[in-house]
Protein backbone atom coordinates (compact mmCIF):
# COMPACT_ATOMS: atom_id res chain seq x y z
CA UNK A 1 0.00 0.00 0.00
CA UNK A 2 2.83 2.61 0.89
CA UNK A 3 4.32 2.46 -2.63
CA UNK A 4 1.38 3.18 -4.05
CA UNK A 5 0.46 5.96 -2.22
CA UNK A 6 3.98 7.17 -2.58
CA UNK A 7 4.04 7.02 -6.33
CA UNK A 8 0.09 8.81 -5.84
CA UNK A 9 1.73 11.67 -3.43
CA UNK A 10 4.46 11.93 -6.13
CA UNK A 11 2.57 12.11 -9.64
CA UNK A 12 0.22 14.51 -8.27
CA UNK A 13 2.87 17.22 -7.33
CA UNK A 14 4.75 16.80 -10.55
CA UNK A 15 3.69 19.02 -13.46
CA UNK A 16 1.67 17.33 -16.48
CA UNK A 17 4.84 18.05 -18.90
CA UNK A 18 7.13 15.90 -16.11
CA UNK A 19 7.41 12.24 -16.91
CA UNK A 20 8.16 10.11 -13.92
CA UNK A 21 10.58 7.23 -13.78
CA UNK A 22 10.27 4.86 -11.15
CA UNK A 23 13.78 3.91 -10.04
CA UNK A 24 13.34 0.68 -8.98
CA UNK A 25 17.02 -0.85 -8.40
CA UNK A 26 17.66 -3.06 -6.27
CA UNK A 27 13.57 -3.79 -5.22
CA UNK A 28 12.13 -7.21 -5.92
CA UNK A 29 9.10 -7.89 -8.34
CA UNK A 30 6.44 -7.85 -6.10
CA UNK A 31 7.27 -3.70 -5.20
CA UNK A 32 7.51 -3.33 -9.27
CA UNK A 33 3.75 -4.73 -9.38
CA UNK A 34 2.61 -2.76 -6.34
CA UNK A 35 3.70 0.41 -8.78
CA UNK A 36 2.24 -1.11 -11.73
CA UNK A 37 -0.63 -1.73 -10.48
CA UNK A 38 -1.01 1.93 -9.43
CA UNK A 39 -0.81 2.45 -12.90
CA UNK A 40 3.24 3.06 -13.00
CA UNK A 41 4.64 1.71 -16.39
CA UNK A 42 7.79 3.43 -16.57
CA UNK A 43 10.84 1.93 -14.91
CA UNK A 44 14.14 2.81 -14.16
CA UNK A 45 17.28 0.38 -13.76
CA UNK A 46 21.13 0.63 -13.35
CA UNK A 47 22.65 -2.77 -13.43
CA UNK A 48 22.16 -4.86 -16.78
CA UNK A 49 21.66 -8.17 -14.90
CA UNK A 50 18.97 -6.99 -12.72
CA UNK A 51 17.21 -5.21 -15.44
CA UNK A 52 17.57 -7.78 -18.00
CA UNK A 53 16.12 -10.62 -15.06
CA UNK A 54 12.97 -7.86 -14.38
CA UNK A 55 12.42 -7.65 -18.40
CA UNK A 56 12.06 -11.47 -18.58
CA UNK A 57 9.71 -12.24 -15.14
CA UNK A 58 7.32 -8.72 -15.26
CA UNK A 59 4.58 -7.63 -18.04
CA UNK A 60 5.80 -6.66 -21.32
CA UNK A 61 4.21 -3.38 -21.58
CA UNK A 62 6.65 -2.02 -18.49
CA UNK A 63 9.17 0.90 -20.58
CA UNK A 64 12.51 -0.53 -19.37
CA UNK A 65 15.05 2.73 -18.95
CA UNK A 66 18.55 2.17 -17.99
CA UNK A 67 19.54 4.70 -15.54
CA UNK A 68 23.21 3.65 -14.54
CA UNK A 69 26.68 3.95 -16.16
CA UNK A 70 26.39 1.21 -19.02
CA UNK A 71 29.80 -0.21 -20.13
CA UNK A 72 30.07 -1.15 -23.84
CA UNK A 73 30.68 -4.82 -23.29
CA UNK A 74 27.10 -5.42 -21.52
CA UNK A 75 24.76 -3.03 -24.17
CA UNK A 76 23.94 -6.51 -25.95
CA UNK A 77 21.84 -7.98 -23.48
CA UNK A 78 19.52 -4.92 -23.07
CA UNK A 79 19.48 -3.86 -26.56
CA UNK A 80 16.71 -5.77 -28.04
CA UNK A 81 14.09 -4.39 -24.98
CA UNK A 82 15.34 -1.34 -23.59
CA UNK A 83 13.19 1.84 -24.15
CA UNK A 84 15.40 4.82 -23.18
CA UNK A 85 19.45 4.84 -21.84
CA UNK A 86 20.14 7.71 -19.57
CA UNK A 87 23.51 7.90 -18.86
CA UNK A 88 24.89 7.96 -22.40
CA UNK A 89 28.80 9.58 -22.19
CA UNK A 90 31.25 8.05 -24.56
CA UNK A 91 31.39 7.70 -28.37
CA UNK A 92 32.61 4.00 -27.52
CA UNK A 93 29.08 3.82 -26.05
CA UNK A 94 27.34 5.74 -28.78
CA UNK A 95 29.19 3.54 -31.56
CA UNK A 96 28.00 -0.11 -29.43
CA UNK A 97 24.89 1.18 -29.04
CA UNK A 98 24.35 2.25 -32.94
CA UNK A 99 25.76 -1.63 -33.13
CA UNK A 100 23.60 -3.75 -31.18
CA UNK A 101 20.46 -1.91 -32.33
CA UNK A 102 21.36 -2.10 -35.87
CA UNK A 103 21.56 -6.10 -34.81
CA UNK A 104 18.07 -5.65 -32.95
CA UNK A 105 16.58 -3.90 -36.26
CA UNK A 106 16.03 -1.25 -33.92
CA UNK A 107 16.57 2.38 -33.48
CA UNK A 108 17.12 2.81 -29.18
CA UNK A 109 16.52 6.51 -28.02
CA UNK A 110 19.68 8.26 -25.69
CA UNK A 111 20.13 11.10 -23.67
CA UNK A 112 23.64 12.48 -23.72
CA UNK A 113 24.74 12.52 -20.10
CA UNK A 114 26.54 15.52 -19.65
CA UNK A 115 28.90 16.34 -16.50
CA UNK A 116 27.08 19.38 -14.41
CA UNK A 117 28.46 18.24 -10.97
CA UNK A 118 31.59 20.07 -9.34
CA UNK A 119 32.35 16.62 -7.69
CA UNK A 120 34.40 15.25 -10.18
CA UNK A 121 33.36 11.55 -9.61
CA UNK A 122 30.06 11.74 -11.85
CA UNK A 123 30.32 10.46 -15.79
CA UNK A 124 29.36 12.87 -18.69
CA UNK A 125 30.23 14.82 -21.35
CA UNK A 126 31.12 18.19 -21.75
CA UNK A 127 29.47 20.26 -24.12
CA UNK A 128 32.43 20.97 -26.33
CA UNK A 129 32.98 17.05 -26.66
CA UNK A 130 29.72 17.11 -27.93
CA UNK A 131 30.06 20.03 -30.38
CA UNK A 132 32.78 18.41 -31.96
CA UNK A 133 31.64 14.94 -32.56
CA UNK A 134 28.16 16.62 -33.98
CA UNK A 135 30.20 19.27 -36.23
CA UNK A 136 32.16 16.44 -37.57
CA UNK A 137 28.75 14.28 -37.99
CA UNK A 138 30.03 11.30 -36.07
CA UNK A 139 26.45 11.22 -34.47
CA UNK A 140 24.14 12.01 -37.69
CA UNK A 141 26.09 8.71 -38.86
CA UNK A 142 25.12 5.88 -36.00
CA UNK A 143 21.36 5.74 -38.02
CA UNK A 144 20.20 3.32 -35.41
CA UNK A 145 20.61 6.16 -32.37
CA UNK A 146 18.01 8.61 -31.62
CA UNK A 147 19.01 11.35 -29.44
CA UNK A 148 16.27 12.70 -27.35
CA UNK A 149 17.74 15.07 -25.19
CA UNK A 150 20.30 15.37 -22.10
CA UNK A 151 20.75 14.14 -18.93
CA UNK A 152 23.18 15.02 -15.73
CA UNK A 153 23.28 14.37 -11.90
CA UNK A 154 24.23 17.57 -9.56
CA UNK A 155 25.99 17.48 -6.80
CA UNK A 156 24.73 15.56 -3.83
CA UNK A 157 24.62 18.48 -1.30
CA UNK A 158 22.35 20.36 1.32
CA UNK A 159 23.42 24.12 -0.68
CA UNK A 160 19.98 24.01 -2.50
CA UNK A 161 21.46 26.94 -4.94
CA UNK A 162 24.19 25.47 -5.93
CA UNK A 163 22.00 22.16 -7.05
CA UNK A 164 19.98 25.08 -8.71
CA UNK A 165 23.13 26.38 -10.53
CA UNK A 166 23.94 22.61 -11.64
CA UNK A 167 20.74 22.00 -13.06
CA UNK A 168 19.87 25.16 -15.38
CA UNK A 169 23.52 23.99 -16.26
CA UNK A 170 21.62 21.05 -17.95
CA UNK A 171 18.89 23.21 -19.40
CA UNK A 172 21.32 25.74 -20.65
CA UNK A 173 23.38 23.07 -22.95
CA UNK A 174 19.65 21.83 -23.84
CA UNK A 175 18.55 24.83 -25.32
CA UNK A 176 21.80 25.12 -26.85
CA UNK A 177 22.11 21.98 -28.13
CA UNK A 178 18.33 22.35 -29.37
CA UNK A 179 18.81 25.73 -31.17
CA UNK A 180 21.98 24.92 -32.65
CA UNK A 181 21.36 20.93 -34.00
CA UNK A 182 18.01 19.42 -33.55
CA UNK A 183 15.76 22.22 -34.63
CA UNK A 184 14.07 19.47 -36.88
CA UNK A 185 14.16 16.79 -34.59
CA UNK A 186 10.72 16.81 -31.96
CA UNK A 187 11.95 13.92 -30.32
CA UNK A 188 14.84 15.81 -29.17
CA UNK A 189 12.50 17.20 -25.89
CA UNK A 190 13.90 15.97 -22.82
CA UNK A 191 16.19 17.19 -19.93
CA UNK A 192 16.14 14.25 -17.40
CA UNK A 193 17.17 15.36 -13.74
CA UNK A 194 15.78 15.51 -10.29
CA UNK A 195 15.80 12.53 -7.91
CA UNK A 196 14.35 12.12 -4.71
CA UNK A 197 16.40 14.75 -3.33
CA UNK A 198 16.19 17.12 -5.54
CA UNK A 199 13.10 16.35 -8.33
CA UNK A 200 11.61 19.92 -7.19
CA UNK A 201 14.61 22.01 -7.53
CA UNK A 202 15.28 20.11 -10.91
CA UNK A 203 11.25 20.72 -12.08
CA UNK A 204 12.06 24.48 -11.14
CA UNK A 205 15.03 24.79 -13.44
CA UNK A 206 13.18 23.16 -16.16
CA UNK A 207 13.38 19.33 -15.96
CA UNK A 208 11.06 17.06 -18.17
CA UNK A 209 12.01 13.98 -16.64
CA UNK A 210 12.68 12.80 -13.33
CA UNK A 211 13.79 9.47 -12.01
CA UNK A 212 12.89 8.72 -8.44
CA UNK A 213 13.34 5.90 -6.10
CA UNK A 214 13.67 5.65 -2.62
CA UNK A 215 10.81 8.26 -2.17
CA UNK A 216 8.43 5.97 -3.76
CA UNK A 217 9.72 2.40 -2.85
CA UNK A 218 11.77 3.33 0.23
CA UNK A 219 15.48 3.12 1.10
CA UNK A 220 17.68 1.22 -0.08
CA UNK A 221 20.07 -1.56 1.13
CA UNK A 222 22.83 -1.22 -1.05
CA UNK A 223 23.33 0.99 -3.57
C1 LIG B 1 19.43 5.57 -7.90
C2 LIG B 1 19.31 6.62 -8.94
C3 LIG B 1 18.24 7.51 -8.95
C4 LIG B 1 17.15 7.53 -7.88
O1 LIG B 1 17.67 7.92 -6.66
P1 LIG B 1 16.71 8.18 -5.38
O2 LIG B 1 17.52 9.11 -4.54
O3 LIG B 1 16.46 6.88 -4.75
O4 LIG B 1 15.46 8.82 -5.89
C5 LIG B 1 18.17 8.42 -9.98
N1 LIG B 1 19.09 8.47 -10.96
C6 LIG B 1 20.14 7.63 -10.98
C7 LIG B 1 21.13 7.74 -12.09
C8 LIG B 1 20.29 6.68 -9.96
O5 LIG B 1 21.35 5.86 -10.01
Known amino acids: MAIAENLNNIKSSLPDSVT??????????SDIMEAYDAGQRIFGENKVQDLTKKYEELPKDIQWHFIGHLQSNKVKYIAPFVSLLHGVDSLKLLSTINKEAQKNNRIIKCLLQFHIAEED???????????????????????????CGVMGMATNT???????????????????????YFNCHPNFKEISMG????????????STMVRI???IFGQRNYH
Open 121 to 147: SKFGFSINEVDALIEDNTIEKFEHIEI
Open 20 to 29: LVAVSKTKPN
Open 195 to 206: MSGDYKIAIQQG
Open 213 to 215: GSS
Open 158 to 180: DNNEQVAREFSMLTNIFDQLQKK
